[in-house]
């Protein structure tokens, strides 16, 4: 597996200018709303086949209106089956965008590891000659890994 590497700058204004982008971006979807994890399990969500379902539900119900009952609202209902289909788009654009951040800083800070570990091995390897003893103990300690202990077996009677 080839790991493509990284060599760039984001520079704290150009972040101020993103950050200030993406809050423009929360302005014109003024009306979104945040779920629990739990409502987000217990709510009713429309994937493809579900979404046809609606779309042809509504259609019966607007043809068939006399027949529905008062309280529901096919206006309300396809506004909401509209709203749906209209962020579609922007979802897989800003899904799309935030793997690319989220591989872009993986991918940063694995480089960044891999020079501190280059760094550590040289510390160790020439540092005692050259007094960065204490140092080396520091970077040791929070290089170390911790093992799980292992479990006592009870001998058997």
């Known amino acids: 597996m080839t790991i493509r590497t990284i060599d760039a700058i984001l520079p704290p204004a150009e ?3 993103v950050l200030a982008a993406l809050d423009a971006i929360r302005q014109k979807l003024s009306f979104l709303t945040g779920l629990t994890p739990t409502e987000r399990r217990q709510i009713a969500k429309l994937g493809l086949k579900s979404q046809t379902f609606v779309v042809k539900a509504l259609d019966v119900a607007t043809q068939y209106s006399n027949l529905m ?89």
Do not use: H, W
Request: aromatic content about 4%; proline content about 4%.
């Open 15 to 17: 972040v101020d200018e």
């Open 69 to 157: 009952p008062r309280c529901l609202n096919i206006e309300e209902a396809r506004r909401d089956l509209a709203l749906f289909e209209a962020l579609n788009p922007v979802l897989q654009s800003l899904s799309q965008l935030r793997e690319l951040v989220e591989d872009t800083q993986m991918v940063a800070g694995s480089e960044a590891y891999a020079a501190a570990r280059v760094a550590y091995s040289s510390i160790k390897t020439v540092g005692k000659s050259v007094g960065l003893d204490e140092v080396k103990d520091d970077l040791a300690q929070r290089f170390r890994k911790t093992r799980k202990a292992q479990p006592q077996v009870e001998p058997q009677s």
